[in-house]
Nanobody, 122 residues
Framework: QVKLVESGGGLVQAGGSLRLSCAAS????????MGWFRQAPGKEREFVAF???????SYSDSVKGRFTISRDNAKNTVYLQMDSLKPEDTADYYC????????????????WGQGTQVTVSS
């Protein structure tokens, strides 16, 4: 049974940091592209970052330079380190997995987590 379980969300002040984690099980994690998307209240879901099996990464322009995606294949876990947080980063953050590399499209992924909420106060 495939599972993606996000954790690490919460309330933080603007300028602060959070680290999200996504624990994966039920598939060959080290071979998969993993990513993060987010959806703010009343807005469409948007791509945040992905990391493929060889460590290559891609970020949206809105988070580049502030967020860092990484993975620990020994722990079957992908992380999203979020620094210099802004109120506009407030959203539900979702972990995703894809057998064939990374993508900026939600619908290209094979697996999706339930999300974790991040709130950044001004």
């Amino acid at each position: 049974q495939v599972k993606l379980v996000e954790s690490g969300g919460g309330l933080v002040q603007a300028g602060g940091s959070l680290r999200l984690s996504c624990a994966a099980s039920g598939f060959a994690f080290s071979d998969y592209g993993m990513g993060w998307f987010r959806q703010a209240p009343g807005k469409e879901r948007e791509f945040v970052a992905f990391i493929v099996w060889n460590g290559r990464t891609s970020y949206s322009d809105s988070v580049k330079g502030r967020f860092t995606i990484s993975r620990d294949n020994a722990k079957n876990t992908v992380y999203l380190q979020m620094d210099s947080l802004k109120p506009e980063d407030t959203a539900d953050y979702y972990c995703v997995g894809r057998a064939t590399g990374g993508s900026r499209s939600w619908y290209d992924y094979d697996y999706w987590g339930q999300g974790t909420q991040v709130t950044v106060s001004s």
